[in-house]
């Protein structure tokens, strides 16, 4: 079975274009939204809708969902593209894109399309491709990096055209000097194209974060990439836009991680989305020893599961398996801070987590706001440094939630 969430990006959510009992074929769009800021869902497998249900997904919330179940053979259906260069023009890109479905795959899920269609008055000349990877355990850019350096950088250069920028860097950690060195070697020929080795720190891979590194300019708060003349792109994203673009490939399927010390085998696995967590587990040789956290996505950026049955989704990238005995006790008095401003120090969007932590607690939203909350990347370094263990990042994504409701309202 593969359980497709109806909404599994940032944006609006899909409505479905089949009904139960329908037969679908694998890369057939299945949903899709009118709002600019969505993008459609395609069926990764050829098989039958068995239901339009409510299902659990990895934020513990029931979203309305697409359940397919595959047949034993495969039939697949692709986007038609231009064959020709010239067709290629920035609009049919960014069309070839959304038709995709394409997303943000290091995570955040965001429309790619928008991404590639900045505001007229804010040009970008500069593309960066983030290699970074700094979460632990997940290793999925570092073997894209490796196996597919054709696509990245035919990918860039799409992205490039797309929203007329002259430059393009491949940013990677200086922990994967294979990945810097397999980069290099293909780009020797690209004149508009860099390869930077930056330091390996977390966050590296955050926009912000690695914008400033390479180009030494500062996101304004409150701001976007494209307010100092930048676009960032995941590695991963980058490869889904050469092959929707020159295979007409829907994005349909991933490559996740399946690690940490509580799993009998670690693998790179490529996924159809909507495949259950439970299967990958299994697949992997199950959990060995104790758990303590299963967690979708990466352990600073991640949820911890309570449950097997929720789906991949386009911005999974990764399952990290902690055993108990690496797993913090969880505590009950999360208001306990000692003032010792490691929090602080270590939060790279340099706002102060403490006080937003205290203001949360307090139900002061509008202070909450005034002391930058929306600026926070969710890069869990607060948490991790905290002495009292204090839950920060579950808080924020609280306290965030509820300052976008009010705003909506
Ligand atoms: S998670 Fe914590 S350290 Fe990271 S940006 Fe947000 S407040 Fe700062
Ligand atoms: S790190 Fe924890 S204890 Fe220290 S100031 Fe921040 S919230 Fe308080």
Same mark, same amino acid.
Request: aromatic share 4%.
């Given at each position: 079975?593969?359980?497709?969430?109806?909404?599994?990006?940032?944006?609006?959510?899909?409505?479905?274009?089949?009904?139960?009992?329908?037969? =679908?074929?694998?890369?057939?769009?299945?949903?899709?939204?009118?709002?600019?800021?969505?993008?459609?869902?395609?069926?990764?497998?050829?098989?039958?809708?068995?239901?339009?249900?409510?299902?659990?997904?990895?934020?513990?919330?029931?979203?309305?969902?697409?359940?397919?179940?595959?047949?034993?053979?495969?039939?697949?259906?692709?986007?038609?593209?231009?064959?020709?260069?010239?067709?290629?023009?920035?609009?049919?890109?960014?069309?070839?894109?959304?038709?995709?479905?394409? $997303?943000?795959?290091?995570?955040?899920?965001?429309?790619? +399309?928008?991404?590639?269609?900045?505001?007229?008055?804010?040009?970008?000349?500069?593309?960066?491709? @983030?290699?970074?990877?700094?979460?632990? %355990?997940?290793?999925?850019? +570092?073997?894209?990096?490796?196996?597919?350096?054709?696509?990245?950088?035919?990918?860039?250069?799409?992205?490039?055209?797309? $929203?007329?920028?002259?430059?393009?860097?491949?940013?990677?950690?200086?922990?994967?000097?294979?990945?810097?060195?397999?980069?290099?070697? +293909?780009?020797?020929?690209?004149?508009?194209?860099?390869?930077?080795?930056? &330091?390996?720190?977390?966050?590296?891979?955050?926009?912000?974060?690695?914008?400033?590194?390479?180009?030494?300019?500062?996101?304004?708060?409150?701001?976007?990439?494209?307010? =100092?003349?930048?676009? =960032?792109?995941?590695?991963?994203?980058?490869?889904?836009?050469?092959?929707?673009?020159?295979?007409?490939?829907?994005?349909?399927?991933?490559?996740?991680?399946?690690?940490?010390?509580?799993?009998?085998?670690?693998? @790179?696995?490529?996924? &159809?989305?909507?495949?259950?967590?439970?299967?990958?587990?299994?697949?992997?040789?199950?959990?060995?020893?104790?758990?303590?956290?299963?967690?979708?996505?990466?352990?600073?950026?991640?949820?911890?599961?309570?449950?097997?049955?929720?789906?991949?989704?386009?911005?999974?990238?990764?399952?990290?398996?902690?055993?108990?005995?690496?797993?913090?006790?969880?505590?009950?008095?999360?208001?306990?801070?000692?003032?010792?401003?490691?929090? =602080?120090?270590?939060?790279?969007?340099?706002?102060?987590?403490?006080?937003?932590?205290?203001?949360?607690?307090?139900? &002061?939203?509008?202070?909450?706001?005034? %002391?930058?909350?929306?600026?926070?990347?969710?890069?869990?370094?607060?948490?991790?440094?905290?002495?009292? &263990?204090?839950?920060?990042?579950?808080?924020?994504?609280?306290?965030?939630?509820?300052?976008?409701?009010?705003?909506?309202?």
């Amino acid at each position: 079975m593969v359980v497709l969430p109806l909404s599994q990006h940032v944006g609006a959510p899909c409505e479905p274009l089949i009904q139960v009992g329908d037969k =679908v074929k694998a890369g057939q769009k299945v949903a899709e939204s009118s709002a600019f800021c969505s993008a459609p869902i395609h069926s990764p497998v050829f098989g039958e809708v068995k239901a339009i249900e409510p299902h659990l997904t990895f934020t513990s919330a029931k979203v309305m969902s697409i359940v397919i179940a595959p047949f034993e053979e495969q039939q697949e259906e692709r986007i038609v593209v231009p064959r020709d260069e010239t067709e290629l023009t920035p609009e049919v890109i960014r069309e070839i894109v959304k038709e995709a479905g394409i $997303v943000g795959l290091g995570g955040a899920a965001f429309p790619t +399309h928008v991404k590639l269609s900045p505001p007229k008055e804010k040009p970008i000349d500069t593309v960066i491709i @983030n290699g970074c990877e700094c979460e632990p %355990y997940l290793t999925v850019d +570092h073997r894209n990096l490796l196996e597919k350096p054709e696509k990245i950088i035919d990918g860039l250069k799409l992205i490039m055209k797309t $929203v007329s920028a002259k430059q393009g860097y491949i940013a990677i950690e200086d922990n994967k000097p294979d990945a810097i060195e397999t980069i290099l070697k +293909h780009c020797e020929k690209e004149v508009e194209i860099d390869v930077v080795a930056l &330091k390996t720190k977390y966050p590296q891979g955050a926009e912000k974060q690695l914008i400033k590194a390479i180009l030494k300019r500062e996101v304004p708060s409150g701001g976007l990439p494209f307010d =100092v003349g930048a676009l =960032v792109q995941n590695v991963g994203t980058t490869i889904a836009i050469s092959e929707a673009v020159r295979e007409g490939k829907p994005l349909i399927e991933r490559i996740i991680t399946v690690s940490g010390q509580g799993i009998k085998e670690a693998k @790179n696995l490529l996924v &159809k989305i909507g495949t259950l967590a439970r299967e990958l587990i299994d697949f992997c040789g199950d959990v060995v020893g104790e758990t303590g956290k299963i967690i979708f996505g990466g352990p600073m950026t991640g949820y911890a599961l309570f449950t097997l049955d929720v789906p991949v989704v386009k911005g999974t990238s990764g399952i990290v398996v902690i055993p108990k005995k690496m797993t913090p006790e969880l505590r009950d008095q999360i208001d306990l801070c000692i003032r010792c401003g490691r929090c =602080v120090e270590a939060c790279p969007s340099r706002i102060m987590p403490n006080f937003i932590l205290d203001f949360t607690l307090a139900e &002061k939203l509008d202070l909450v706001e005034k %002391y930058g909350v929306l600026d926070c990347i969710e890069c869990g370094c607060c948490g991790f440094v905290c002495p009292t &263990k204090r839950p920060f990042v579950q808080l924020i994504r609280y306290a965030k939630g509820k300052i976008l409701e009010e705003k909506k309202a």
